[in-house]
């Protein structure tokens, strides 16, 4: 009731019908012996389901899911304190009323008993109907989906993505066929941003001067109808770094990931990252990346990621080792960067002198200002590694570079109701996926590719980066029997009527 009072859009009968029948199952001792304790007990365990479910909608207004629990358990105690007085709120008080009922129905047991025919004859029934809805369930392999509680479904799913990504640590590298169609030397860099809202940059027309360095570029090409399908980390990444788009999802320890199509061909690969590699969110981007050929993590200060996005790290520390990679001899590169970005808490992601608003004022008002310092900051740092690979392209020429920059989600930073954040609950607001994608090419890349197509065409069209997999090989100049060129954003066979239907179902 108080989810349906919260949040109609995600609220469904189907909840309190699921546990109804729950309840008449639960029931079944109790009715059978008539013993006190398994009436103590079936009360019990619905009242905890109950207790985190009201207490799930209303911090987050959904019922729990597989999500926050990686996140809750992603966060230490003082995380979960402060978070609980962000959002302490009067509907807390709702445990009273929550707590005496369950008081009362443990003082006053029901007479619910096995004896006349009367009640033989409603519990037979009851009991055959909860049954017969079970075991179609059960057979048709909808059970989890249509048959479990919302509490319980969202531990299982946990449980069941858990292995799926420990599963990824033994992925062994799959040999391909992959071919380059290309003899010149060539080096790819995916800067890879973190909570970027392109609607926070004026290079996308935000009021505020946050992206100066890169609206004076004139080698960039700036794409403004990118989204991201997914809303946060790791399902995006999991993503593009794999075939899986949102149309197709393969177990991830089988599908062909990025690494399985470089590592077939002549390219090194290198994952280079500013994000913790430690964590339940980042355990699966971990293993995933642990088949580059080299890997550099550089913010290995703390026990979790959600610490790790309390201290300062700044972005900064990932252009040593970016150089690094540039100064290997290798003919063929692809160089990840993992940009720890825009990341909460916003005001930790930036040095004093990137504070261009003041981290003062009511809770919004601060948001925004430090959420701005962030992304004022974040166009350094890839201006930074764009005038870095200038300088490397002047140096050799011969060399055919391409560097993509675009973020893994955006951030809702009370853009979109009275929410600061990439979670949601119901439909995605479109600053969690309206991100940045810009390209800078060497004047040797930008011949070859103009050559194929007008890329200037495709400044406006719409793209979801679940497909950034094909794009990468593209720009990788490989040739492979898993590459679809019709989701390939540079090539000219694109196909830009792909709805673009993002993780909650709806249609961009
Ligand atoms: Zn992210």
């Known amino acids: 009731m108080v989810g349906l009072a919260l949040n109609r859009d995600v609220f469904t009968f189907r909840s309190v019908l699921l546990l109804l029948m729950w309840t008449v199952v639960l029931l079944i001792p109790f009715v059978l012996t008539q013993k006190k304790c398994l009436y103590v007990t079936a009360a019990s365990l619905l009242f905890v389901d109950g207790f985190i ?16 629990i990686f996140v809750f358990l992603n966060t230490n105690f003082s995380e979960a304190s402060e978070f609980m007085t962000i959002k302490m709120t009067p509907l807390l008080l709702m445990f009273i009323p929550y707590i005496a009922l369950f008081v009362i129905t443990l003082k006053r047991i029901p007479k619910l008993s096995f004896r006349s025919t009367g009640e033989i004859v409603v519990w037979l029934a009851l009991w055959l109907s909860v049954a017969l809805f079970f075991t179609d369930n059960i057979v048709h392999k909808r059970f989890l989906r249509l048959a479990v509680p919302d509490v319980e479904r969202a531990v299982i799913s946990f449980f069941k993505e858990s292995e799926e990504y ?45 992206t100066p360095r890169l609206q004076a570029r004139q080698d960039i090409l700036v794409f403004d109808n990118v989204v991201s399908a997914n809303s946060n980390t790791l399902y995006s990444v999991m993503n593009f770094l794999t075939e899986n788009n949102i149309e197709h999802h393969r177990p991830l320890d089988s599908c062909i990931h990025i690494f399985d199509v470089l590592h077939s061909s002549p390219y090194r690969s290198y994952w280079i990252s500013n994000q913790a590699p430690i964590g339940l969110w980042e355990n699966g981007v971990t293993n995933l990346v642990q088949s580059a050929d080299v890997k550099r993590f550089v913010n290995v200060t703390s026990n979790s990621s959600m610490e790790s996005t309390q201290i300062a790290s700044f972005d900064q520390r990932l252009f040593a080792p970016l150089q690094t990679s540039l100064n290997d001899e290798r003919k063929h590169k692809v160089v990840f960067v993992h940009l720890l970005g825009c990341h909460t808490q916003y005001n930790k992601r930036y040095p004093n002198e990137f504070g261009l608003f003041e981290d003062k004022g009511d809770r919004r008002t601060r948001a925004i200002n430090t959420y701005d310092n962030s992304v004022y900051y974040n166009d350094f740092v890839v201006d930074s590694i764009f005038s870095m690979l200038r300088t490397y392209s002047l140096v050799h020429p011969d060399v055919r570079v391409s560097a993509l920059y675009f973020s893994d989600h955006g951030e809702n930073v009370y853009d979109e109701g009275d929410n600061c954040g990439h979670n949601y609950s119901g439909s995605i607001p479109k600053s969690n996926v309206e991100i940045p994608f810009v390209l800078w090419l060497s004047p040797s890349q930008m011949k070859y590719l103009e050559a194929r197509h007008s890329l200037v065409d495709r400044l406006h069209a719409p793209y979801m980066i679940d497909d950034l997999f094909h794009t990468l090989i593209d720009l990788s100049d490989i040739a492979t029997p898993c590459f679809d060129k019709s989701r390939s954003f540079i090539n000219s066979d694109y196909d830009a009527t792909r709805p673009r239907i993002l993780e909650d179902g709806n249609l961009y």
């Open 53 to 68: 479910n009201l207490f799930h909608w209303i911090l987050l207004k959904c019922p729990l899911n597989a999500s926050s």
């Open 166 to 210: 420990s599963k990824l640590k033994d992925h062994t590298l799959r040999p391909l066929d992959a071919k380059l169609t290309t003899d010149d030397p060539t080096l790819v860099v995916v800067v890879i941003g973190e909570s970027c809202n392109r609607n926070h940059m004026s290079l996308y027309g935000y009021g505020r001067a946050t």
